[in-house]
């Protein structure tokens, strides 16, 4: 499998992104107003500890602006920073499937109908996709580049009773079902360092995305930001951040683990200056980029040499 591979000793998103459209391709995260079962009530009004009040991951993302504007924003900063010719529409806050199936449409099709945009990306929930909203995303899977994000963070029940997700693993196995019976290519989240997770449990994480055929993946590291219970339980002395060279050591035995035609779509993240309390580390993230790039070259490894 290793022809696969071109910049990186693991199958990078981006280089697929050069394969597929022949240039430089960039995301442009979309905010289009979605709520959450886990803010709504239906759920629950907190969410999950460590999502801050804007929706995990949606720093950046210029609000109360419509989707198109947000869309000619981000494609002039995109354009200026790294010359990028074709963008893809990431409907990224919140729960991006958290509607009816025909304003699911409107949004995914205003975000198509912008100049250069080739494709979507949507994030959401394993407990938001009914039968109407699958058989809407895979229209989509048919017709034009689409990725479906599905949040897993971890495995095991109790770390997601612990986070408060609202839903247990098997709603995450029945969503993967669905969408494989679709033809939705899935890329699962999942968080490295998760308080009462140890590292054989962490690494095993990866056996499972082999198991369920997971298409991609994005490793994130567990951050704190302000104004979330995770804060608070971070400032009572609760919960213990990885360490640099600890991320970079479970990358690197995760990214090993993995099955080598798995999409790798984020190996770290830094969660925005104004917002992260810890790990501070974690804002420099070139460097840990460039920390895994050394530490699979120095073990001669890559990804899915533990592979069986």
């Known amino acids: 499998m290793q022809g696969i591979f071109m910049t990186k000793r693991y199958n990078a998103f981006s280089d697929e992104l050069k394969r597929v459209f022949g240039c430089r391709v960039h995301r442009i995260s979309v905010d289009a107003g979605f709520s959450c079962p886990n803010r709504d009530g239906t759920l629950g009004t907190d969410g999950c500890i460590y999502c801050g009040g804007r929706g995990s991951g949606a720093h950046g993302i210029l609000k109360g602006a419509s989707i198109r504007e947000q869309i000619e924003a981000g494609k002039e900063v995109m354009t200026r920073k790294y010359k990028a010719k074709r963008f893809l529409a990431y409907f990224q806050a919140y729960t991006n499937t958290y509607a009816p199936a025909e304003a699911l449409r409107r949004f995914y099709d205003e975000a198509l109908a912008v100049s250069d945009v080739a494709g979507l990306i949507v994030g959401t929930r394993p407990d938001c996709l009914p039968p109407d909203t699958l058989a809407l995303l895979a229209e989509y899977a048919r017709n034009t580049y689409f990725w479906l994000e599905l949040g897993l963070q971890s495995p095991l029940d109790r770390t997601l009773e612990y986070l408060g997700r609202g839903h247990d693993f098997a709603a995450f196995e029945n969503a993967v079902r669905g969408c494989k019976e679709k033809g939705i290519r899935i890329c699962a989240h999942v968080i490295l360092g998760l308080p009462g997770e140890s590292r054989e449990e962490m690494l095993a994480t990866a056996w499972v995305l082999n198991r369920l055929g997971i298409d991609g993946v994005k490793i994130h590291l567990l951050h704190v930001m302000k104004d979330t219970p995770l ?65 699979l070259e120095r073990r001669d490894s890559r990804q899915g040499s533990a592979c069986r």
């Open 231 to 295: 804060a608070e339980r971070y400032d009572r002395g609760e919960v213990r951040m990885l360490d640099r060279d600890e991320y970079v050591g479970l990358v690197c035995d995760f990214l090993e683990r993995l099955r080598p035609e798995v999409s790798i779509q984020r190996l770290t993240g830094d969660g925005g200056h104004d917002h992260l309390v810890a790990p501070l580390w974690s804002l420099r993230k070139f460097e840990v980029l460039n920390a895994i790039d050394y530490e």
